[in-house]
């Protein structure tokens, strides 16, 4: 396995820090342009005390209307491909790179990842899951701090300070290119044998 370091990470453990903590101090946030033109700011959801915390690039129009990560068709996608993992959406916690929408999805900017990603990072203390599912490139190059992209690194875990790191296809990306998918889904299932092996909490 590759050893990568997650951005401003540090070894000491868990921070005694909670999700409502975090979002409280992330507020209506105007930290960036993105806080002009979002609709609603896109925290993240599921399971504070998950072992899979699933990592996505950034809001889209759906997510920006309701407030909820990964609720239009990707999230209808990554639904079903969970249980190829023998997981329910209860059982993780999924969040973005990104809290706010970029106008009509382009791709984040260097500087929006930079101002935002604090949070995520706070997020991921605060979980601290036993595995990180990077879904797309930006997600992929903030946590493994890497230009490679996914299709390079996909398809092998890599060990990031205390976590174990799994570089996947974004759900979304599979509705225009079908060849990724079935890539994606042998991902999965490599993720469900993961958890099998490592039955514990550590």
């Not at 909820?68 to 059982?91: H, I, M, T």
Request: glycine residues 10%; aromatic residues 8%.
């Amino acid at each position: 396995m590759a050893v990568m370091q997650i951005p401003g990470h540090d070894h000491q453990g868990p921070r005694e820090v909670s999700l409502e903590e975090i979002r409280a101090v992330l507020g209506d946030c105007h930290l960036c342009p993105l806080g002009e033109t979002r609709t609603e700011l896109v925290f993240g959801v599921g399971n504070p005390h998950a072992r899979v915390m699933f990592i996505g690039e950034a809001p889209g129009r759906n997510e920006d209307k309701q407030g909820e990560p990964f609720v239009g068709a990707a999230g209808q996608k990554l639904n079903g491909l969970l249980s190829l993992a023998g997981l329910e959406r209860e059982d993780i916690y999924i969040a973005n790179v990104l809290k706010c929408r970029p106008p009509s999805n382009r791709n984040p900017k260097v500087e929006e990842i930079q101002t935002c990603s604090p949070f995520l990072r706070e997020q991921i203390r605060s979980i601290w899951p036993d595995i990180i599912v990077c879904l797309g490139n930006f997600a992929t190059q903030f946590v493994l701090h890497t230009e490679q992209g996914v299709t390079k690194l996909r398809g092998s875990f890599y060990e990031v300070g205390h976590f174990t790191v799994m570089p996947t296809f974004h759900p979304a990306a599979t509705i225009y290119h079908s060849d990724w998918l079935p890539l994606l889904e042998a991902d999965m299932r490599m993720l469900g044998q993961w958890l099998a092996e490592h039955p514990t909490k550590g």
